[in-house]
């Protein structure tokens, strides 16, 4: 098929069906289990995938948690409370800093801040970024570090590997916290817990494994992101969630997914990465997307590494089949 | 300060076969394989990489050069090493 601007516009209905039909199936008969606990943000993957449970199995068989912590921006729990209300279903709220304290959480990240701030307090607000646009050439990634005093210049510097790993290390106990937290209330009912997780996020490992990677059933996984919005417009999504822009809701400072992690607007990122699944070459994909043919080579070479990379997060624990 | 070609292609190949190895020498990779397409490093790996050059042969990698035409292979990086120190 030609590669055109509009090549990954699903047939919304018929999709929202099959994928009702298949979390049915997968709660049911797949988990043995009679509902769904999501974890909700108030951002575009956990309204849709709530959304979606709701409709597939009842809103009464739907438990949203929402799980917000002390450096968490107050509008996810306004917008998380509003899809709730809408779609029906019944939502609490599970604070996790005093858990995320007991952890140190906050102190083995700043521990590692210090590192290369040594001025660095709780005063300051942080956040990671990746330095520009993927497109504008072939590099690696790798992390800068901002600290900010409000109304003050912003710090930045790059991130030495052992800085980069304690800090992403000490952060991602707020997704292994919420993911224990989503399992209790899952025992707790005997239901199953629902990863919000897209495409693109699983599959170049933006997700925290065991974390938010951990969850019975990922009814996204295989979306786009560019088609999960696509679904939320179908599903009658507020339109504040809609237009909100995607932030990893992990650092102070606020980051948004494209400066911590993708690079790229959603647009390009998954309509470059679809030409390159589908062997479009460079030059046809740059036309469409009104970039340079080294620009769209420079993404298909990006999303490639990272999805290569990142092949470890998504393996299960590796079994040993000893010879008789 | 000047580096010989061998003498850094030696200690670079030692590093990748201490750090992403198991120190196991008996694992072969060319001068010329991408660290990358053959699994020897994730992203990961290239910081720890860009920490040791830094480090152990005293140059400063730029933000503009954490390219895979310097860092990806261990040839990319002799000529990467020997482009800076000549500097």
């Known amino acids: 098929m030609k590669f055109h601007e509009d090549i990954l516009k699903l047939d919304v209905a018929r999709v929202t069906k099959q994928l009702c039909e298949a979390i049915r199936r997968q709660v049911r008969d797949d988990l043995k289990k009679s509902g769904a606990v999501v974890g909700i943000s108030g951002g575009i993957d956990s309204t849709v995938v709530s959304a979606l449970c709701a409709r597939a199995l009842g809103p009464e068989r739907v438990l949203g948690v929402m799980m917000p912590e002390q450096e968490s921006s107050g509008e996810s729990e306004t917008l998380a409370r509003q899809l709730a209300a809408q779609f029906g279903f019944e939502a609490i709220k599970e604070d996790i800093t005093g858990g995320l304290t007991g952890l140190s959480c906050y102190e083995k990240r700043d521990e590692a801040i210090k590192q290369l701030f040594p001025m660095y307090d709780k005063s300051y607000k942080c956040k990671i970024t990746i330095p520009e646009s993927i497109l504008s050439k072939d590099t690696f990634n790798f992390f800068h570090l901002t600290i900010q005093k409000p109304g003050e210049e912003a710090n930045t510097k790059r991130m030495t590997p052992n800085v980069y790993a304690q800090v992403v290390a000490a952060s991602n106990l707020k997704q292994r916290l919420r993911m224990t937290t989503l399992y209790y209330h899952a025992e707790r009912c005997n239901w199953a817990v629902a990863g919000t997780g897209n495409k693109d996020e699983h599959m170049q490992g933006f997700f925290v494994k065991y974390g938010d990677g951990g969850a019975d059933f990922k009814p996204i996984a295989n979306l786009f992101k560019i088609q999960v919005y696509q679904l939320a417009e179908y599903l009658g999504v507020p339109t504040e969630i809609i237009k909100r822009i995607p932030t990893t809701d992990t650092y102070s400072a606020g980051s948004t997914q494209e400066e911590f992690f993708f690079g790229l607007d959603f647009y390009r990122m998954d309509m470059l990465w679809h030409a390159m699944e589908t062997n479009v070459p460079a030059a046809e994909a740059a036309k469409v997307l009104g970039i340079s043919v080294q620009e769209a080579e420079h993404g298909y070479a990006h999303i490639a590494r990272k999805i290569q990379a990142t092949e470890p997060l998504r393996l299960p624990p590796l079994e040993i089949d000893l010879p008789e | ?87």
Not at chain 2, 15 to 42: A, N, P, T
Not at chain 2, 58 to 68: A, I, Q, R, S
């Open chain 2, 1 to 87: 300060m000047e580096f010989e070609a061998g003498k850094i292609r030696s200690e670079i190949r030692a590093f990748i076969v201490d750090s992403y190895l198991l120190g196991d020498e008996s694992v072969k990779f060319s001068d010329s394989d991408s660290f990358m397409s053959c699994g020897i490093m994730d992203s990961m790996g290239i910081l720890e990489l860009v920490a040791f050059l830094e480090q152990h042969f005293g140059v400063t990698v730029t933000d503009d050069e954490m390219l895979p035409t310097n860092l990806d292979s261990v040839e990319s990086l002799v000529s990467f090493i020997r482009s800076k120190s000549n500097c």
